[in-house]
T-cell receptor
Framework: SAVISQKPSRDICQRGTSLTIQCQVDSQVTMMFWYRQQPGQSLTLIATANQGSEATYESGFVIDKFPISRPNLTFSTLTVSNMSPEDSSIYLC???????????FGPGTRLTVL | AQTVTQSQPEMSVQEAETVTLSCTYD???????LFWYKQPPSRQMILVIR??????QNATENRFSVNFQKAAKSFSLKISDSQLGDAAMYFCAHTTNTGNQFYFGTGTSLTVIP
């Protein structure tokens, strides 16, 4: 299985600011995914990030609000822009295990917006 | 549409006893995969068990087993000899062989009573 780390593990931010979350994998992966998990809720896919191409966003999520970078096969960032209290969530990155259709998740970033 | 339904928001079990968590799903695909993930308070998503739809045999991983009923689109998780460390949120998830989109249920919160 892949070892995935995320930074920061948690943060408290002020309304109107932006936060960039980093996701690092210990092996090269083609696809990385970003999820949002609002308090007490299930996981919702924000976008899929492929190296060398624009991220693909799910319905309800836009690039201006959640810009994603994928500079290489082991790293990705998700920025939460112009934050509001409604953005308070856990943000998780995951990677796909090739040929097994499994996803492995990072430990998550707990974001609180005041 | 791909959906995953977990009808039990909360479950409890006595330590050393057996508990079954329910999950139903909907898909028009013939080739797909089903998963149970565990999310303890540390919020790290951990893959518990997986089932390929083309396999008739139910998957088993130590104390964890599934009852996969393809015709009924049912995928329940049985935890035997429950331990305190099993206390967590459990998410049922589904993905197809043709895409990377994971569909998660709303989760079941499992409490293990000493």
């Amino acid at each position: 299985s892949a070892v995935i780390s995320q930074k920061p593990s948690r943060d408290i931010c002020q309304r109107g600011t932006s936060l960039t979350i980093q996701c690092q994998v210990d092996s090269q992966v083609t696809m990385m995914f970003w999820y949002r998990q609002q308090p007490g809720q299930s996981l919702t896919l924000i976008a899929t990030a492929n190296q060398g191409s624009e991220a693909t966003y799910e319905s309800g999520f836009v690039i201006d609000k959640f810009p994603i970078s994928r500079p290489n096969l082991t790293f990705s960032t998700l920025t939460v822009s112009n934050m509001s209290p409604e953005d308070s969530s856990i943000y998780l990155c995951s990677v796909e295990r090739a040929y097994y259709n499994e996803q492995f998740f990072g430990p998550g970033t707990r974001l609180t917006v005041l | 549409a791909q959906t995953v339904t977990q009808s039990q928001p909360e479950m409890s079990v006595q330590e050393a006893e057996t508990v079954t968590l329910s999950c139903t799903y909907d898909t028009s695909e013939s080739d797909y995969y089903l998963f149970w993930y565990k999310q303890p308070p540390s919020r790290q998503m951990i893959l518990v068990i997986r089932q390929e739809a083309y396999k008739q045999q139910n998957a088993t991983e130590n104390r964890f087993s599934v009852n996969f009923q393809k015709a009924a689109k049912s995928f329940s998780l049985k935890i035997s000899d429950s331990q305190l460390g099993d206390a967590a949120m459990y998410f049922c998830a589904h993905t197809t062989n043709t895409g990377n989109q994971f569909y998660f249920g709303t989760g079941t919160s499992l409490t293990v009573i000493p």
